[in-house]
C-alpha cells in the first residue's frame, strides 16, 4: 500500500478534528428530512438518525424512545440539547 501524501494526511486530519460538528449537521439535515419523509423513506431516514445518534452518544433507550414516538420535535429538542 501506497504511503499518503502530506494533502491526503491534512484532510484525514480535518475530518477527524471536525467530526462531531459534521456530525451534529448531519443530524439537523436527518431531523429535517424527518419532517417532510413518509412510508419508506421515514423508515431509511430513521434508521440513518439512530445511528448518528448513537454515534453522538446518546443512550440505546433514549434512541428507542423517541423512535416509537416518531416525532421530529421531539428528536429536535433531544438534538439541541445534546449539542448545547
Known amino acids: ?35 417532510l419523509a413518509e412510508g419508506k423513506k421515514r423508515e431509511k431516514v430513521w434508521k440513518s438518525l439512530e445511528g448518528y445518534l448513537d454515534k453522538a452518544g446518546l443512550p440505546a433507550s433514549e434512541i428507542s424512545h423517541l423512535r416509537k414516538q416518531d416525532n421530529p420535535e421531539l428528536v429536535a429538542k433531544v438534538a439541541k440539547r445534546l449539542f448545547a
Open 1 to 35: 500500500m501506497a504511503e499518503r501524501s502530506r494533502y491526503q494526511e491534512k484532510i484525514i486530519k480535518n475530518y477527524y478534528q471536525n467530526r462531531e460538528s459534521i456530525a451534529i449537521q448531519r443530524i439537523q439535515e436527518l431531523i429535517t428530512d424527518l419532517y
